[in-house]
């Protein structure tokens, strides 16, 4: 395991029953729990959490302050920017058409299909034993309910529940549903910040107060 510049982090806390791979970059302040796994050429940002079980693909991008709830599976090549949750159990798919074989009956390898990721946007968050399936855009800041499964991508700041999901409302910086106002307007109850859509995308209009 190196940081980006390939040495050993003695700043990284990882538990002794995790498997972190060498070839994997494990930036300062991240802890790996127990049974945790890291694959090779994955990246992981400062200051993450790696619940016990969880997996992280090869080659998959964390950001700074992710958080894997216990027994997430991230598979590559997903791609989660700073900031995002995944919750406990919750799945990011890698394969459009999954088959055990090919169609002459012979066992699949790595040659046999592509890898498609999902991609997750600052600060959204997975809800427990939510799915998304590959290949979909999660916006930043949205927030994708306990058991939805993300079958299209979802725009910044969308709440999303259901199977498939389904937009119900729009959330803010803390998560929680925005308060809809005139013109289009909606206001975060907590912070006060003001957002507007514009058909069907949200954009912040004013910051917290």
Request: some cysteine.
């Amino acid at each position: 395991m190196t940081d980006e510049n390939g040495a050993g982090r003695a700043d990284v806390q990882i538990a002794p029953t995790a498997d972190v791979d060498e070839r994997a970059t494990v930036r300062p302040g991240t802890r790996v729990w127990h049974l945790a796994q890291v694959r090779e050429e994955a990246s992981v940002g400062r200051n993450c959490i790696i619940g016990r079980g969880a997996y992280v693909g090869p080659g998959v991008r964390l950001g700074d302050n992710v958080k894997l709830q216990n027994y997430a599976l991230v598979y590559e090549p997903a791609q989660l920017a700073d900031g995002v949750f995944v919750g406990p159990a919750a799945v990011l798919t890698n394969d459009e058409y999954p088959r055990s074989v090919t169609p002459e009956g012979r066992l699949k390898s790595g040659e046999d299909w592509t890898a498609v990721g999902v991609v997750v946007g600052e600060g959204a968050a997975i809800g427990a034993r939510a799915v998304c399936v590959a290949p979909v855009v999660i916006g930043r800041w949205a927030l994708i309910a306990a058991g939805a499964v993300v079958t299209r991508d979802v725009p910044d700041f969308a709440l999303m529940v259901g199977v498939p999901a389904r937009r119900v409302g729009w959330v803010g910086r803390t998560g929680e549903p925005l308060v809809a106002k005139d013109d289009g307007r909606y206001i975060c109850p907590r912070t006060g910040a003001e957002y507007r859509d514009d058909a069907g995308q949200l954009t912040e209009v004013l910051p917290a107060r």
